[in-house]
């Protein structure tokens, strides 16, 4: 797994601590801030699609999280509550304007070929547009998932599901995905 989809848990042992620092001190927030803001951003986002928007949304979810954070009790999923108020803070913005969500092409340029660049941009529209049609619920699934990077039991927390129940729409979301790529290629 690439660092960018990596789940969010190694070194999350830590995690208590950071969390009671920053109950004590807010300028301790900064360590749990620096751990979560590329994830959080890359999902925010994959659902608004804009830059300045997404910093926007960035910003507030993590000052919700601040303001929120000495009524936090740790229970394991930080990464939950923190990806909670970052959907709420969606929610906040859809309400108040219209819908503009496009999926995050979320890769580095490499130093390939033209040919291989073309392909590779060609298959990745087809899987975006595959996406697009899914339904919201199985959309967020997969921007939590490969966006944010979130483990199945982070996610699980965060749309108050089980995380088997979890890991099993995503693995046939994922499965269903490629039966359509690959009919799409024949």
């Known amino acids: 797994m690439t660092e960018s989809t990596a789940p969010l848990s190694p070194g999350i042992e830590d995690e208590p601590k950071l969390i009671s620092a920053a109950q004590r001190d807010p300028a301790e927030f900064t360590a749990l801030y620096d751990r ?12 608004v699609g804009s830059v300045p928007e997404a910093e926007d949304l960035t910003a507030q979810t993590f000052l919700a999280a601040l303001e929120a954070l000495p009524r936090y009790r740790h229970r394991g999923r930080f990464a939950a509550w923190l990806f909670t ?22 890769r580095a340029d490499q130093a390939e070929d ?8 060609d298959q990745l529209e087809q899987l975006l547009e595959l996406v697009r049609g899914l339904n919201e619920g199985e959309q967020e699934l997969i921007r939590l998932r490969c966006v944010a990077g ?6 699980g927390a965060s749309l108050g599901r089980k995380e088997e129940a979890v890991k099993k729409a995503y693995y046939r979301l994922v499965a269903r995905l490629q039966r359509q790529l690959e009919v799409d290629h024949d």
């Open 36 to 47: 979560y803001f590329r994830p959080v951003y890359r999902y925010l986002y994959s659902r």
């Open 85 to 106: 108020i970052a959907r709420n803070k969606i929610r906040d913005h859809y309400r108040h304007s219209s819908p503009s969500a496009s999926l995050d092409e979320n």
């Open 114 to 121: 033209p040919l291989t660049q073309v392909t590779r941009s």
């Open 150 to 155: 979130l483990s199945f039991a982070e996610i």
